[in-house]
């Protein structure tokens, strides 16, 4: 019974092409993140989303698109992508914005060529 | 500027020591302050959360400590496991909604 899921788990592709990444959480919260993990393991946050409206946008360049279809999913699609996309992300949900407890995905490994 | 410091960068140490690792950041307003584990390949799992009015707080063999005139924070590892063997990583929440995450220490348990 996994928390947050994500896929695809790896993901290899060439730059110029779009692609998206799933994530799902059945713990039934009101909040979802999505963060980037680059080569040197440094965390850090992209979106979030509380009951599927965006609350947190930090600088992310206009080629990545989160989606919520609703409060279990936040989906993230890349457009146009670049040697420099290549990172692991993580999904992570909470109870509310202002909830302690962060419980994060697997994370998908990202490779651009 | 809102920043999260760790240190060591590593360390390794042998089966059944202990350790400590250090965390300073200068974020304001401040929240609450975490420590994750971070095991090769998988998610960051959430070891302890302490708010401002909390010195102390401890999860079995992990303690970690917090003073927030000195903005510092320490995460102690009591008789350490095979199984430490993982990134730690400090995370400050800024009042409101930001996270800042410091760049981790990276342990190596040793038998």
């Known amino acids: 019974d996994t928390a947050v899921s994500q896929t695809p788990k790896y993901l290899v592709t060439q730059m110029g092409n779009d692609k998206s990444i799933k994530c799902e959480q059945n713990?039934?919260?009101?909040?979802m993140y999505w963060y980037k993990q680059d080569s040197k393991k440094f965390l850090k946050i992209m979106f979030s989303?509380?009951?599927?409206?965006?609350?947190i946008n930090e600088t992310v360049p206009n080629r990545f698109s989160p989606k919520s279809p609703d409060k279990a999913h936040l989906n993230l699609h890349i457009n146009s992508l670049e040697l420099g996309d290549s990172a692991v992300y993580f999904c992570a949900s909470s109870q509310g914005p202002n909830s302690y407890e962060q419980y994060f995905g697997p994370g998908t490994r990202l490779t651009v060529t | 500027k809102n920043q999260v410091e760790q240190s060591p960068q590593s360390l390794i140490i042998l089966e059944g020591k202990n350790c400590t690792l250090q965390c300073n950041y200068t974020v304001s307003p401040f929240s609450n302050l975490r420590w994750y584990k971070q095991d090769t390949g998988r998610g960051p799992v959430s070891l302890t959360i302490?708010?401002?009015?909390?010195n102390t707080k401890s999860n079995g063999r992990y303690t970690a400590t917090l003073d927030a005139d000195t903005k510092q924070s320490s995460l102690h590892i009591t008789a350490s496991q095979l199984s430490d063997s993982a990134s730690y990583i400090c995370?400050?929440?800024?009042?409101?909604?930001?996270?800042?995450f410091g760049p981790g220490t990276r342990l190596s348990v040793l038998p």
């Open positions: 995370v400050v929440r800024q009042y409101g909604q930001n996270f800042v």
């Open positions: 989303y509380n009951n599927k409206e965006l609350i």
């Open positions: 713990l039934g919260h009101d909040t």
């Open positions: 302490m708010t401002f009015s909390e």
